[in-house]
């Protein structure tokens, strides 16, 4: 089975509070995209990547692809859109059936290959997995005053990363679905979760974390430079 690696990288970067979006941020010498995607280039099953930028980021986003990536996969960039599903819709036309589809955060540097394969495995298996690790902090539900509603047992909560891997078929109907019920949703799995199919969580590292929040930045650049 062929892969097809999805990255959203068209966020605007505004918890952050820098200009320039965070998939394009320069650590040591390399844009965080390209960091993130060096990440998967030891995936045997990868045959094409389809980035979604800001209109402002395609040509660099192409650049990037066209130096980092071998000859043999394919690539689009692709304009995103105002929501991260948005812009994973607009990449899935690029996605043939029959592809193992991984969608993977720009700003997820970290991601080790075993993982990666792991989370392929999973999905081949199931049609839907998700790389995650387990709650490390308590977890409360609050409401609209932040009044604590409920605390739901730790030992069945887990956060979910990136990649979340799919059957192409499962995740094209899960987008149809979500866009014609004008569902938004955090992540992909939601989607799929939505069709009732089932979804496999796959044990990763805590190590995978988003670079979201300027500590996150420079956790990342401590750990890239070292
Ligand atoms: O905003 P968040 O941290 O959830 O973003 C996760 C990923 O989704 C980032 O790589 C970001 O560039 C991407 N994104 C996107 N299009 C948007 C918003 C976010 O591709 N409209």
């Given at each position: 089975t062929k892969a097809t690696l999805i990255i959203?990288?068209?966020?605007?970067?505004s918890r952050l509070n820098r200009e320039t979006p965070k998939p394009f941020l320069e650590i040591s010498g390399k844009t965080i995209l390209e960091h993130t995607i060096l990440r998967f280039?030891?995936?045997?099953?990868?045959?094409q990547v389809v980035v979604a930028t800001s209109p402002l980021y395609l040509n660099k986003a192409e650049e990037i692809l066209n130096s980092v990536l071998p000859e043999h996969i394919l690539f689009h960039v692709i304009e995103g859109g105002a929501e991260r599903q948005h812009s994973i819709f607009n990449t899935l036309k690029f996605v043939d059936d029959g592809n193992l589809a991984i969608v993977h955060d720009a700003?997820?540097?970290?991601?080790?290959l075993k993982h990666i394969e792991n989370c392929c495995k999973a999905a081949m298996q199931t049609g839907a997995s998700v790389l995650g690790v387990p709650a490390k902090d308590t977890i409360k539900k609050i409401d609209k005053d932040q009044m604590i509603l409920d605390t739901p047992s730790r030992s069945f909560l887990w956060q979910a990363q990136t990649p979340q891997v799919f059957k192409k078929e499962i995740l094209q109907e899960a987008y149809q679905k979500a866009f014609e019920e004008n569902f938004i949703g955090t992540d992909d799995a939601s989607l799929v979760e939505r069709l009732g199919h089932p979804v496999k969580m796959v044990e990763g590292d805590?190590?995978?974390?988003?670079?979201?929040?300027p500590l996150d930045l420079k956790l990342a650049k401590l750990l890239l430079s070292s």
């Open positions: 959203p990288a068209a966020g605007s970067g280039l030891g995936l045997e099953s990868l045959g700003v997820r540097p970290f991601v080790e805590r190590s995978n974390f988003k670079i979201t929040y």
